[in-house]
């Protein structure tokens, strides 16, 4: 018989000769048959519940591997399965990570990486079954297409804010296809990354903005961010009703026509136009690509007019 919650066996002579026996047995795990798994301690029992909740061995974490662990940051807590993990601390709850996602979470730096704890488990509620998790500073994504056509990838920070604000998976961008990728090119310090239809591009200087693919085709010809053009500064501007698009970049705009030609608006026309208001200004859009001689001079046909510069 085993003692539990301080119960004693019901007799004086049992009690007095079995307690050490009893509780030398208990100890080595050898009550029973086999080993028992360790209570919940510092999570208090909401590991035990989450896995549960997700059906306990049959269910999408498999059967336990360890008893709870603690004394990870924040005072979490953690235990194994056979195909994942839950985590917790007391701020953020107890959250399951598994398969892919736990793979980006671990070469992300786990709970002391960059997106720290999950705040939620995994839900498969994005437009075509895609997948994601909310962590403390970020989320990972995947996307449900086709069988995940681009498997699990970490958004955070402000590229990870830009792609909350296009609409997410639903949004014109679609579903990321890459990490985020961050380096120095000419001094400028800056990170990219890419999604089903077009990218987010950010510099401390510029912040983050998207270029969809429509407007990045044109932009990557003209040489991307190392070209005339520069670094995107606006987000597309989509014209209400006339299917037709324009972007700002640091050294002139990309213009998509309701006939989806691509025209390139740059140099001194370009600051003519900007000076005039732009799109929404006297000229209105370009309805051509400029024209240069010789001498450097340029001339470009707009809905109401020319500017030669």
Partial sequence: MRTRHG?????????????????LLTVL??????????????????ITARYEALGGADGVLGAERSGETCGTSDGGCYRSYENGTIVWTAA????????????QWRQSGSEDGSLGYPVTGISCTLIQNGCFQRFQRGSIVRDGAAGATWGAHILR???GARWDATGQARGYLGYPRSDESCGQDNGTVG??????????EWTPA????SVHHEIERKWEDEGAEDGYLGLPVS???????????????QGGAIHLTAADALLVVRGAVYEAWSAAGALEGDYGAPVGDARCDASGTCTQEFEHGTITR
């Fill in 7 to 23: 119960k004693r066996p019901s007799s004086p002579a049992g009690r007095c000769a079995a307690a050490p026996v009893l509780a």
């Fill in 29 to 46: 795990g050898m009550i029973g048959g086999a080993p028992t798994a360790r209570a919940d301690t510092g999570s208090g029992g909401a």
């Fill in 92 to 103: 953020t709850g107890a959250h399951e990570i598994h398969g892919d996602f736990l793979a």
């Fill in 157 to 159: 920070g402000a590229i």
């Fill in 191 to 200: 990170c990219v990354q890419f999604f089903s239809f077009g990218l987010i």
């Fill in 206 to 209: 510029t912040g983050a903005h």
């Fill in 235 to 249: 987000e597309a501007e989509v014209g209400a009703g006339t299917m037709t698009m324009t972007q700002y970049f």
